[in-house]
Every structure is written in C-alpha cells, then in structure tokens.
C-alpha cells in the first residue's frame, strides 16, 4: 500500500472514530437530561400533589397568616370564590361569582361590581401552575423551633401580602412536614423577608358567596 492510500485509510478511520465518540457523547447528554427531566417530576411531588388534590375538590379554604394585622383568607367553591385580606390593619372583602367581582365595605354596608372580570377566582390553583415546572433546590431549615425540608424557587409568587415587584433576587421557598404537607411559605429578598403560615381545609360555608341583604351598591 502506498504513503496516499495509507493517508486516505487512516483519514478514514479518524473520522469514524469521530463520528462514533460524538454518537455516544449524543446519546449519554440525552439520557442525563431524560434522567433530569424524570427527577424534577418525581421529587416535586409535593407541589404537584398540592396543585392536583385542589384542581380536584369542588370546595376548599387556604389560610395565609403572617400575624393579625397581615392575612388572607380564601374560601373556592366550584366557580365562586371568597377572598378576605388584611394587609398592614387594612381589611378588604371580595366575591368572585357570575363572571364579575364584587367588593364589600362593611363600614358603609357597599359594594361596587367588577363586571367581566374574575381574574382571582383561581388565585391559588393559578399560582401552584405557574411554579410547578420551574426549576428549583431542596433543603432544610429551622422554622419557629421545628426542621422543615423546604423546596425553593427562584422567582415569588402570589402567595405573598407584602409587595415584591421591585424587589431584587427574590426567592421563594415551601416548607413541609414529616406528612408532606405545605406548612409555611417564606418569600425573601436582599430586602426583606415574609413567612407565612399555611393551612389547608375541606369544605366551606357557602353564604361566604351571598352578598348581604343589607348591603347597597355603590
């Protein structure tokens, strides 16, 4: 075999070789990111449990408590919704039914109609979505005298009272018990921080969704 032909064959066989360690190289990045994909579904399941087991009751109530003066209470009953918050001292009632918004001002015995919007009545469904997907890191910290593995994202969410929009490297991070259930919400900033409790109940009482008779429109 002359000097051509050896080049040629051991040109060949170089670029084979090549081909061969970038097929394998393909193939191990696919199965990692497969591998990664298929984690991030199985260890968020407490998120997903949470997001499916409301999607799926008719009725449902969710307390969000920071302290007295800062707290909201959201009651959902199939297609109406009942949200009371207290943020800084400062109460504000509404109702979410019949495709329109109604807020109540029970020092005036009032209410004023939102008409065409209910952009709240899946608040807490709509938020558990949107997070869901993201990516995001486990640990475990001491809450009020207790350790909690908590599940953190890198963005807050509208499980928040205080006002986060101008805040910068926001986080937020779901803390669980030894029974997988979410127990406290924190959302933190180089700014500030807030924790809140998390509770979760069956059922509600539905004249929750009656504007009072003695109420008058505004």
Request: net charge negative; charged share 30%.
């Amino acid at each position: 075999m002359d000097k051509k032909k050896k080049i040629i064959l051991i040109t060949l066989i170089v670029i084979i070789a090549l081909l061969v360690i970038i097929g394998i190289i393909l193939s191990v990045t696919s199965k990692n990111n497969s591998t990664t994909t298929e984690e991030k579904q199985v260890n968020n399941t407490n998120i997903l449990s949470l997001s499916n087991e409301l999607q799926e009751k008719s009725a449902f109530t969710i307390n969000l408590v920071k302290d007295d003066n800062n707290k909201m209470y959201y009651a959902k009953q199939n297609n109406e919704a009942y949200i009371d918050t207290i943020y800084n001292g400062k109460e504000s009632k509404y109702i979410i039914k019949d495709g329109n918004t109604y807020l109540l001002l029970d020092d005036s015995k009032m209410y004023y109609t939102y008409s065409n919007n209910q952009v709240n009545l899946n608040k807490i469904e709509n938020t558990l979505n949107k997070i869901k997907e993201l990516e995001y890191q486990e640990g475990k910290e001491e809450v009020n005298g207790k350790n909690y593995n908590y599940i953190e994202y890198l963005t807050s969410t509208d499980f928040t009272l205080d006002d986060f929009s101008k805040d910068k490297n926001v986080k937020t991070r779901f803390y669980f018990d030894n029974n997988d259930n979410l127990v406290y919400i924190k959302t933190i900033s180089d700014e500030k921080e807030e924790l809140l409790s998390f509770e979760f109940s069956d059922g509600v009482d539905s004249n929750l969704f009656e504007i009072p008779s003695d109420y008058t429109e505004g």
